[in-house]
Each structure stands twice: as C-alpha cells, then as structure tokens.
C-alpha cells in the first residue's frame, strides 16, 4: 500500500474556528490533491500541488488554503470553517505519467463536521 | 464544461452474475482511471487507461476514445464486490485535474 496518511481522521468544531487538515506522504511522488466527498457528488477538487511551493486552485476551492513546504506534506486551511464545509476530506497522490496524472493513491479521508 | 457521467447510478446483481458499469464523458481525454470505494469509505485505484482493454482478475476495463465511453466489467460477481465504483477522466491539454463521475453503487447479492 502506498504510504499515505490523513490527520485528523475525525473533527468537530464550530462555526468560525480555523481547521487544519494535514496530507503525509512516504512516497515522493510530485502530486498532491485535496478533495472533498459529498451525497450527490462526484469527488471534488478543492486544490492540489504538482511540487513545492507549486499549488493550483480546484474546482470549488473558495473558502479554503493550502500549503506545501516539503515534499511530503500537504496542508489543507479553513481559515473560518462553515457549516458548507461538512464533508469527507480525502487526500490524494500521483506520480506523473505520459499521459499526465498517474495512479491515484487515496487517504483513508478526514471527516469534517462544522457545528 | 467537461463531465462524466455513470450508469447505473445502482445496481443489485446476484452473486455470479456478471456486472457492467458505463463511463462517458463529453471532451476529449488523456486518460481514464476506474476506482473502487469500499463500503468503509477506502478508495482504490482500480485502472489507468487511454486506449484498448485492461484485465486485473476478475475485472476488466476498456475505452473507446472516439465513442468518449468506457466500462468495466466485473464477471463471476461475489458478495465483497459490493462497493462504489467511481470513474475519472483526464481532459487532454495537459491538465491534471481529474474530473470525476457521481459514482455507481454495486450491491452483490449472495
């Protein structure tokens, strides 16, 4: 299994209040994503990272940060998390590939519950 | 704006059977990923492909890229096939933003 880690796994907090979510990988692999799961939705892109200090906005990443120092680690920022933010927070890797994005490698996800 | 859609949205088979689960999608691609979410929440890369067939197992998955469709196949279906099989496109252009389908929810029954 490719060695990647989400934290926390499980969170609750309230309206307001800054909540950060951290991507660990052992990998090396250049591509990092943030996505987020919701009912009636495909995974949704929320920002990803093809190297570091190298970020790239998503489809729905109004409300969010993020930030990558090193290789290995890829933060996710609510500066002031809503209610909207409710979600399952899944953390991806890839290598590249010839036809662009390879495999993909999933977190087991961060549920986030905003009070 | 580039979509993928999936059918069925659910599907109920019984154990043996064998399971398609279609993929289309409306611009053109570099390639396409399958992926398995486990009743648990796990997601798992299934395959990668931008042309032909490919077999892992009991599954397979091919790609007709002038149609903009693919499936996957599952044949001699069991109980723990149950799960969420989720496809993903890669528009061409060098993009690296995956876009995804909603998902089609497979329940084997034994």
């Known amino acids: 299994d490719a060695g990647i880690t989400q934290s926390p796994r499980h969170k609750v907090t309230e309206t307001g209040t800054p909540v950060t979510l951290r991507c660990h990988q052992t990998?090396?692999?250049?591509?990092m994503y943030w996505y987020r799961q919701d009912p009636g939705h495909g995974l949704r892109l929320i920002h990803y990272?093809?190297?570091?200090?190298?970020?790239d906005k998503g489809e729905v990443s109004d409300g969010y940060s993020v930030s990558r120092s090193k290789t290995e680690d890829f933060l996710l920022t609510l500066e002031s998390a809503t209610s909207s933010q409710t979600s399952v927070y899944f953390c991806?890797?890839?290598?590249?590939?010839?036809?662009?994005?390879?495999?993909?490698?999933f977190g087991e996800g961060s549920r986030l519950t905003v009070l | 704006k580039n979509e993928v859609e999936q059918s069925p949205q659910n599907l109920t088979a019984q154990e043996g059977e064998f399971i398609t689960i279609n993929c289309s999608y409306s611009?053109?691609?570099?390639?396409l990923h399958w992926l398995q979410q486990h009743p648990g929440g796990g997601i798992v890369s299934l395959f990668m492909?931008?042309?032909g067939k490919k077999k892992h197992g009991r599954l397979i998955a091919t790609i007709n890229i002038q149609e903009k469709h693919s499936s996957l196949h599952i044949t001699a279906s069991h109980p723990r096939d149950s799960a969420v099989y989720i496809c993903a496109a890669l528009p061409q252009g060098g993009s690296e933003k995956l876009v995804f389908g909603k998902g089609t929810k497979l329940t084997v029954n034994p």
């Open positions: 990998e090396n692999h250049r591509y």
């Open positions: 991806a890797i890839s290598e590249s590939s010839w036809t662009g994005v390879g495999e993909l490698f």
């Open positions: 611009v053109g691609i570099s390639a």
């Open positions: 990272s093809y190297g570091v200090k190298d970020t």
């Open positions: 492909l931008s042309s």
